[in-house]
Nanobody, 126 residues
Framework: QVQLVETGGGLVQAGGSLRLSCAAS????????MGWFRQAPGKEREFVAGISGSGGTTYYANSVKGRFTISRDNAKNTVYLQMNSLKPEDTAVYYC???????????????????WGQGTQVTVSS
C-alpha cells in the first residue's frame, strides 16, 4: 500500500512557474513508476508526465513537453513536477499516482496506477 500527498499548488500568472511535490509513504518507493495527471473542470483526467522507478526514463504529454520536468528523489520518497511557462490552459487539479509499469509506453494510461493522491489545485491567470 502506498499513500501519496501532493503539495505546491497555487495561483500563478501566465508565464510563471510552480513546483509540485508528491510525498509517498512506505519503504518501497523506488519500485514504483510515478505519474502526474491533471483534471480541469468539465474535462477528463489527462496524463501529464511519468518517471520510472530509477528516474532514468521519463515520458511527457505533448502539451507540456519542453515546459514541465518530472523528477524524483528516492531517498526522500518524493516525486516533483517543475512547471515553467505556465498557461491558463494548465489550470487543473494535479494528481500524482504510483504503479508498477515496466514499459514507458504505458505510463499515460491511468488504469496502470492503483495508488493516487488527493490532488492539488493549480490556477494560472491570464
Amino acid at each position: 500500500q502506498v499513500q501519496l500527498v501532493e503539495t505546491g499548488g497555487g495561483l500563478v500568472q501566465a508565464g510563471g512557474s510552480l513546483r509540485l511535490s508528491c510525498a509517498a509513504s512506505g519503504r518501497t518507493f523506488s519500485i514504483y513508476t510515478m505519474g502526474w495527471f491533471r483534471q480541469a473542470p468539465g474535462k477528463e483526467r489527462e496524463f501529464v508526465a511519468g518517471i520510472s522507478g530509477s528516474g532514468g526514463t521519463t515520458y511527457y504529454a505533448n502539451s507540456v513537453k519542453g515546459r514541465f520536468t518530472i523528477s524524483r528523489d528516492n531517498a526522500k520518497n518524493t516525486v516533483y513536477l517543475q512547471m515553467n511557462s505556465l498557461k491558463p490552459e494548465d489550470t487543473a487539479v494535479y494528481y500524482c499516482a504510483a504503479g508498477t509499469i515496466y514499459y514507458s509506453g504505458y505510463y499515460s494510461d491511468s488504469n496502470n496506477y492503483p495508488y493516487w493522491g488527493q490532488g492539488t489545485q493549480v490556477t494560472v491567470s491570464s
